[in-house]
């Protein structure tokens, strides 16, 4: 298994089901760490990720400001199971860094 794989399964299993992996907010900061350590391998700056997740959550709810993705999701302001939300936002954010 590659690291990119294990990063992605990783990730789609948190996903599929968060509450296997703590509460939102838990798993919302394990993904996080998964995005670092992606950053990582592709780059010197792992700080980035917080960066490019911040900027994807303030364009997809920007009267929210600097909210976890988890106060977010709690507060209403999206339908989505929280899982499903938290696997959109990440792979938004691989599009930016796309191609490895």
């Not at 400001?65 to 507060?75: E, K, P, Q, V, Y």
């Amino acid at each position: 298994m590659t690291t990119d794989d294990f990063i992605s399964n990783r990730l789609l299993s948190m996903c599929k089901r968060p509450e296997m992996w703590g509460d939102n907010h838990a798993v919302e900061m394990q993904a996080l760490l998964l995005l670092e350590f992606d950053l990582c391998l592709r780059e010197s700056d792992p700080s980035r990720a917080r960066d490019l997740y911040l900027a994807e959550l303030l364009r997809r709810f920007p009267r929210q400001g600097n909210r976890t993705l988890a106060n977010i999701h709690a507060s209403g302001c999206s339908e989505m199971p929280f899982g499903d939300l938290l696997l959109d936002v990440h792979k938004s954010i691989q599009l930016i860094l796309s191609p490895r």
